[in-house]
């Protein structure tokens, strides 16, 4: 059925690169210890900077997926026998647990029901009875349920404390206007291959005053003293990935042109479309608090894994489930698309569970995201 392009990649990373940034992408490699890398360099690190709405130097960028960052923050920042705080809700937060635990830390799992956003008086209340935490670890958009949670409400309990509150923003950072600074989180993780809108292999690691206070930089290769001291001059410790930080200028011009004022309220639109559509043929959105990136959707009365093969057959990829919740959902990316792109990934959504005998109105799904966008737009 496919005859003129590939495969459409609707997943929670990678997600589909702008031509623009694939332009880019595709030119010659040019030398890292060169002034022109150097300019590029310091350019993106300038635009990240606004991105985030912040003056600081204190981050930066590693050749790395999104995870070489999230262990980057537990090496360089906690020491062994530091007790932290891992929110648990899904695939995500048990990773924060489990490289914390890696290191020696002494990790308290807060266990949330897989969906559940947490309750920022639950981890008040944790560390009251636990004062020498020295940790929150938390995602802000816990890709693998769809669940939001709210770090700007755990920034204000943190922010009185000693305690820095650790924010997994790999599917929040350039969907949500997020203000480290101001919200009162300590560090921030961010992925290349989700709303950065690149392919894998770069992280950004950005953190506060107060975490630079116990800064440690146990690590050989993601060593944060030994490289922001480079970075702020426009030089890396390591080989840099060069391409990926020339079409992250790219990107961050892309998306500080929009404004991220706009790019979040885009991403409203189309999130609050899917769930509309997804919902109006019978299916549940899994999360009780959905993010605005991804929604994961609970197919009822067709089962999840043969509803992705009948996307997939019309050129849709989206993914399933991961850990307990494989078999049981989809999920739905949002990220680098345009609001009329979804239309594609719903139809292919409707033709799916009618083929798999779902009992709807033709065009009810597509239809009723159509009539939201009308009214939202
Ligand atoms: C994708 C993702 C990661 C990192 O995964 P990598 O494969 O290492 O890039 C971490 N946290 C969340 C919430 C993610 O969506």
Redesign the pocket.
């Known amino acids: 059925m496919r005859v003129f392009r590939g495969e459409r990649i609707f997943t ?2 990678p997600v589909e690169i702008p031509e623009r940034i694939r332009e880019v992408l595709g030119r010659q490699i040019i030398h890292h210890r060169t002034p022109e890398f150097r300019e590029a360099f310091l350019e993106a690190r300038t635009l990240f900077k606004r991105l985030i709405g912040s003056d600081s130097e204190n981050f930066v960028f590693f050749a ?5 960052a ?1 262990e980057a923050s537990v090496l360089n920042f906690f020491r062994e026998g530091d007790k932290v705080i891992a929110v648990v809700g899904g695939k ?1 937060g048990e ?1 924060w647990s489990q490289i914390g635990k890696r290191w020696g830390l002494e990790v308290i799992d807060l266990q949330l029901e897989w969906g559940k956003s947490v309750d920022p008086e639950r981890v008040e209340d944790l560390l009251r009875r636990h004062p020498d935490c020295r940790g929150v670890l938390v ?1 802000m ?4 349920t769809g669940a939001y949670h709210d770090v700007k409400a755990l920034g204000e309990i943190t922010e009185k404390r000693d305690t820095l509150l650790v924010v ?1 923003a ?2 929040a950072l350039g969907v949500y206007n997020i203000k480290p600074e101001e919200w009162g989180i300590d560090i921030l ?1 961010g ?1 290349s ?2 709303a950065f809108l690149l392919p ?1 292999g770069l ?1 950004m690691l950005w953190f506060s005053e107060k975490a630079k206070e116990s800064i440690s930089g146990r690590s050989y290769y993601f060593n944060v003293p030994e490289e922001l001291k480079k970075q702020v001059d426009g030089q890396t410790a390591w080989t840099p990935a060069i391409s990926l930080i020339l079409g992250l200028r790219e990107s961050l011009t892309i998306l500080l042109g929009a404004g991220m004022e706009k790019v979040e309220a885009t991403y409203r639109v189309m999130a609050e479309g899917v769930r509309r559509a997804v919902e109006s043929i019978g299916f549940r959105v899994f999360p009780e608090n959905p993010v605005i990136s991804l929604t994961a959707v609970e197919p009822k009365g067709v089962d999840p894994e043969a509803l992705r093969r009948e996307m997939l057959r019309v050129g849709v990829r989206v993914a399933g489930g991961q850990g307990k919740l494989k078999g049981r959902i989809i999920r739905i990316s949002h990220m680098g698309h345009d609001p009329v792109d979804m239309v594609v990934a719903l139809s292919a959504l409707e033709m799916g569970a009618v083929r798999l005998g779902l009992k709807i109105r033709p065009g009810e799904c597509v239809g009723t995201y159509t009539g939201t966008l009308q009214s939202m737009l």
């Open positions: 929670p990373g790395s997926s999104g995870t070489g999230m995500f990773r995602q958009s816990e890709s693998s997994d790999i599917t993780v992925g291959q989700k894998p992280s």
